[in-house]
């Protein structure tokens, strides 16, 4: 690729990464007074009474250890993937940047409890959304300008679709996490309106989808070869169908079958690395050869986020139950 989409493609993702900046650095204490003239956001819709007001802050602190997991699932794939593409394009640096500034103010979110959000948080996982958002749009001009297409062969070995999803998911789950810290003392935290648990179920249950949609694909080319293939294609389906119930359905329920799904789904990530390591050493030369192999085995930081996605989606339960709304 020219140069010269190389330099529009940064200076596009600088300008995107000012405009969040300029919308998180919004003073939050100035937007009180119109949110204060909503019904909708001036008092709870809860029938009962918050006993605990740490639990917003527990939930945000859950949410942003999810975000974290994710944004380092984001940085070791796509430093191996871009690396092999031998960064060709510049912009490719941008998802290893955003994703490095979203692990540290992960870290920071976890270690942060105060009910307030952070500007600088906001500032990096609006950042991270959507540089995750021109990465999809990149992948997929470079699927369609491939012969032929948008065939199975340019599915396989194209750029993956779906893969800077898991940085709009980090951003996403990051940015709402501060939503859901920056809460009143004795009101139920609320996400445009919405109960915050139920926002969050839903957007873990899209996040879901998404990636099972990835990984079914990748698995899909390697012929379910392993019958442990079909765990990510079968566990985390059922998760999100049970999560995306919750955030429809009534919120007192204890809902353990969904609880059991999305410990399974964040199990099955951690193990997924362990069958991606294995799958790398079945190659020819094994580890001894791994220069190449890393590169052209399956992908071992990929599964985590599978593990990200059932931490959102446990802190939304959580939510729920401590913040019911029915």
């Not at 330099?7 to 919308?23: D, I, K, R």
């Not at 999305?262 to 790398?280: E, K, P, Q, W």
């Not at 085995?297 to 913040?323: N, Q, V």
């Amino acid at each position: 690729m020219s140069g010269r989409p190389s330099h529009s493609a940064l200076g596009l993702s600088s300008a995107v990464l000012l405009a969040a900046a300029a919308l998180a650095l919004v003073d939050r204490h100035a937007a009180r007074p119109w949110r204060a003239r909503i019904p909708a956001l001036r008092k709870p819709t809860l029938r009962g009474k918050v006993t605990d007001a740490t639990a917003a802050v527990r939930a945000a602190r859950r949410m942003n250890r999810a975000a974290g997991l994710l944004a380092g699932s984001v940085l070791a794939d796509s430093a191996v993937e871009h690396y092999r593409g031998s960064f060709h394009n510049k912009a490719m640096i941008a998802p290893l940047a955003s994703a490095i500034f979203s692990l540290a103010v992960s870290a920071h979110g976890n270690a942060d409890k105060r009910p307030v959000a952070h500007r600088a948080r906001d500032v990096v996982y609006s950042g991270a959304f959507f540089t995750g958002l021109l990465g999809a749009g990149f992948h997929l001009f470079n699927v369609s300008k491939r012969p032929g297409g948008f065939c199975w062969q340019n599915l396989f070995y194209g750029a993956p679709l779906l893969a800077p999803a898991a940085l709009i998911l980090s951003g996403a789950t990051g940015f709402l996490s501060e939503r859901v810290r920056d809460t009143l003392p004795g009101r139920s935290p609320t996400i445009a309106g919405i109960p915050a648990g139920r926002a969050v179920a839903a957007a873990t249950a899209l996040g879901l989808i998404g990636t099972m949609g990835e990984a079914g694909l990748l698995h899909f080319r390697g012929a379910y070869h392993n019958p442990f293939m079909y765990a990510p294609v079968s566990i985390p389906p059922v998760a999100a169908v049970l999560i995306g119930h919750a955030a429809l359905g009534r919120a007192r329920e204890r809902r353990w079958v969904t609880r059991l799904f999305l410990r399974l789904s964040a199990a099955m990530g951690f193990a997924g690395v362990g069958f991606h390591i294995f799958g790398v050493a079945r190659n020819m030369g094994g580890w001894r050869n791994w220069s190449q192999n890393l590169l052209n085995g399956p992908p071992i930081p990929a599964p985590p986020s599978f593990t990200g996605l059932a931490l959102a989606g446990l802190a939304a339960l959580g939510l729920m139950e401590d913040h019911p709304d029915d």
